[in-house]
């Protein structure tokens, strides 16, 4: 027999899991974890502790920065979409286990 949460999550999920499979919908998922992280990491090549990194950002070579914004918005993409299909796939188990208990009572 399912509980009272149970029931709710089954008619919720039932109704929105098409929606929330979509691409645009999970980019709002993982956006802000991508985003602090991506952030931390240029506080902390910035921050100076380690003046080898520093000399060789400050050298005016252009296309260290380009790798740099490259490496970053590798990085946002790849939270952004492995969080917001991890949670979706989680609902979605929860969601079959849920199925298959109530058919079971």
């Given amino acids: 027999m399912l509980n009272a949460e149970e029931k709710a999550f089954l008619e919720y999920w039932t109704e929105n899991r098409l929606a929330k499979k979509r691409i645009l919908r999970q980019l709002y998922a993982g956006l802000p974890l991508a985003m602090i992280l991506v952030v931390a990491i240029f506080a902390n090549l910035l921050a100076g502790w380690y ?12 296309s260290l920065i380009i790798i740099l914004l490259i490496a970053a918005l590798s990085i946002i993409v790849f939270i952004v979409i492995f969080s917001a299909r991890h949670r979706w796939e989680q609902n979605e188990l929860r969601y079959r286990e849920l199925l298959h208990k109530a058919e079971k009572n």
């Fill in 51 to 62: 003046s080898r990194a520093l000399m060789e950002l400050s050298r005016e070579s252009s």
